[in-house]
């Protein structure tokens, strides 16, 4: 979705991070550093949701039994260990769902971004929001349906087709720099 939207807006960046704890964090505060955005949107694969979630709150904690894809495990550690319990999004959360709904693109909001590295991912790139002033917020999307259709055994997982996904992200990416054009 990101790379799709970075060929489409002339202002859209997209950069993938590694799904390992610690690394995602430094090469997204590298990235950061680098490009200095006014905004960021963070998208992130949720393979047990059919629908477009907009995360509400970063936690500051990491832990999960799964092996992040260096085989790493992590159990209650924090993300930045001075750093603030939670941060909220700053992107407008009921205006986005609104364009969402209104173009017939299943969409809500979430209360928690998990404790895994997308949560890693949304708390660290908001720590540096409220540091530098630029907005931010983390989306969850559903796994794309051509990749399930690809493996039989994962049929019955929720997915979204690719289109209705890079069509969220336009309308996403939209309606945030529209209201930044409007500031």
């Known amino acids: 979705v990101a790379s799709v939207l970075s060929d489409e807006f002339e202002d859209v960046v997209s950069v993938e991070l590694p799904v390992i704890y610690g690394k ?34 970063a936690v500051n ?25 939670a941060y ?22 979430s209360y928690s971004a998990g404790v895994y590295i997308c949560n890693e991912v949304f708390y660290t790139l908001m720590e540096w929001c409220a540091a530098s002033g630029s907005r931010g917020g983390f989306v969850h ?8 259709a690809a493996d039989p055994a994962s049929c019955s997982m929720p997915h979204m087709s690719s289109g209705m996904l890079i069509d969220a992200g336009r309308t996403i990416v939209s309606i945030v720099m529209g209201e930044r054009a409007l500031r």
Not at 61 to 85: A, F
Not at 88 to 109: M, N
């Open 24 to 57: 995602a964090r430094e090469e997204l505060l590298s990235n950061l550093e680098r490009i200095r955005p006014e905004t960021v949107i963070s998208f992130g694969l949720n393979g047990r949701i059919g629908h477009i979630a907009l995360e509400e709150i």
């Open 88 to 109: 909220r999004t700053t992107l407008p959360v009921e205006r986005i769902l609104d364009a969402l709904r209104e173009r017939g693109i299943p969409a809500g909001r």
């Open 61 to 85: 904690i990491r832990s999960s039994e799964k092996p992040d894809n260096s085989g790493k495990v992590m159990t209650n550690e924090p993300i930045s260990p001075d750093g603030e319990l």
């Open 141 to 148: 999307v559903p796994m794309v349906s051509e990749m399930i």
